[in-house]
């Protein structure tokens, strides 16, 4: 790669982690959105494996109750494996306009969903089907665009969970969605060893980018920042979904 290639990686890799640092999610999600401008998603999505798997386990292991989530939310995260593995073949196999039209579309849907902020309750009883919809969906969506947020956000929003067991659902959810994806990758021979070791580096700016992120949470309103990024996403959304028609 050349100079400004590192130069937009770093950049984006700090500002993914720091929206992650303020809000608490987000980094695979304005990863993804920001490489998709400049490379091949299934470049971006190898580059984005392992800096989303080593913040998403921290998030995953700093919660209370992994083992009830677990045994709660296993088809769930079946479904996402199982979706991803097929989703993954047409990331590989659709031309690029494409795959940026459907990941600018996820982008808006996801932004625009978490913008109205709808109260959805899931009683638990519809939990044992719903579960496993929802994580096929995800995992097809995560296959195709490489972005894991819907529909399992809004779904895990709506489980009635307690604040620290949403934020380590959540974290189960991409540690799965991260691991099926490279799984999907590597099956379809789009993982190669230099992207392993350029993936490997981008943990460093996306640590950096969240340490700023956790310093700056303490500075502003949450909301308004998480407001601000979510109309970003929206922005990055419609000029992706835009691009096959102008170029």
């Excluded at 949403?166 to 230099?194: P, R």
Aim: net charge positive.
């Amino acid at each position: 790669m050349n100079d400004i290639v590192w130069f937009y990686l770093i950049a984006i890799f700090i500002a993914a982690g720091l929206v992650k640092g303020v809000t608490g999610m987000g980094l695979p999600t304005v990863a993804m959105g920001l490489l998709g401008t400049f490379m091949p998603l299934p470049v971006a999505a190898a580059l984005l494996v392992i800096p989303s798997l080593v913040t998403n386990l921290w998030q995953l292991f700093c919660g209370p109750a992994l083992k009830v989530l677990w045994s709660r939310l296993w088809l769930m995260m079946t479904g996402i494996v199982v979706g991803t593995l097929a989703g993954s073949a047409f990331l590989i196999s659709i031309d690029p306009g494409t795959s940026a039209f459907l990941l600018g579309a996820a982008l808006m849907i996801y932004a625009g969903y978490a913008l109205y902020s709808p109260v959805l309750n899931v009683a638990k009883r519809h939990e044992r089907w719903l579960s496993p919809i929802t994580g096929a969906s995800t995992g097809i969506i995560t296959g195709v665009t490489g972005v894991f947020v819907m529909p399992a956000v809004p779904y895990l929003q709506a489980l009635n969970l307690s604040k620290d067991e949403l934020v380590q659902a959540l974290g189960l959810s991409f540690t799965v969605s991260t691991l099926a994806l490279a799984g999907g990758l590597y099956l379809h021979d789009a993982f190669q060893l230099n992207q392993l070791s350029l993936s490997l580096f981008s943990v460093i700016p996306a640590l950096v980018g969240m340490g700023i992120g956790q310093k700056i949470r303490v500075k502003i309103s949450a909301k308004t920042f998480r407001k601000c990024f979510l109309l970003f996403l929206i922005l990055l959304g419609v000029e992706l979904t835009l691009r096959p028609l102008l170029f």
